[in-house]
C-alpha cells in the first residue's frame, strides 16, 4: 500500500504562484508514474501533468504548459507540482495519484493510489 499526503495548497491571487507537494509513504519502491489531477467545483477530475519514477519524463494538459512544472524526488518519495501564472480557472482540488507500472496513457481509472487532495484557489 502507498499513502499520499498533498500539501501547499492556499488562496493566490491571479498571476500568483504556489508549489504543491505530494508524500509518499508505504511501499513507494514500486511507484511508476506519478500525476497530478484536478477538480474543479461542479467538474470533473482532469487530468493535469504527470512524470514517470525512472526516467523524469513530463506530460501537460495543454492548458498548463509552459506555466506549471511537475518535479519528482525519488530519495524523499515525494513529487511536486510548481504552478506559476496562476489563473482563475486553475481553482480546484488537486490530488496525487501514483501507479505501479508503465502506462501509455495516464487516466484516472490507471492510477492505483490517490491522496486526498489540497485546495487551490485563485482570486481574481
Known amino acids: 500500500q502507498v499513502q499520499l499526503v498533498e500539501s501547499g495548497g492556499g488562496l493566490v491571487q491571479a498571476g500568483g504562484s504556489l508549489r504543491l507537494s505530494c508524500a509518499a509513504s508505504g511501499r513507494t519502491f514500486s511507484t511508476y508514474v506519478m500525476a497530478w489531477f484536478r477538480q474543479a467545483p461542479g467538474k470533473e477530475r482532469e487530468f493535469v501533468a504527470t512524470i514517470t519514477s525512472n526516467s523524469g519524463s513530463t506530460l501537460y494538459t495543454d492548458s498548463v504548459k509552459g506555466r506549471f512544472t511537475i518535479s519528482r524526488d525519488n530519495a524523499k518519495n515525494t513529487v511536486y507540482l510548481q504552478m506559476n501564472s496562476l489563473k482563475p480557472e486553475d481553482t480546484a482540488v488537486y490530488y496525487c495519484?501514483?501507479?505501479?507500472?508503465?502506462?501509455?496513457?495516464?487516466?484516472?481509472?490507471?492510477?492505483?493510489?490517490w491522496g486526498k487532495g489540497t485546495l487551490v484557489t485563485v482570486s481574481s
Open positions: 495519484a501514483f501507479r505501479r507500472a508503465p502506462i501509455t496513457i495516464v487516466t484516472i481509472s490507471s492510477m492505483d493510489y
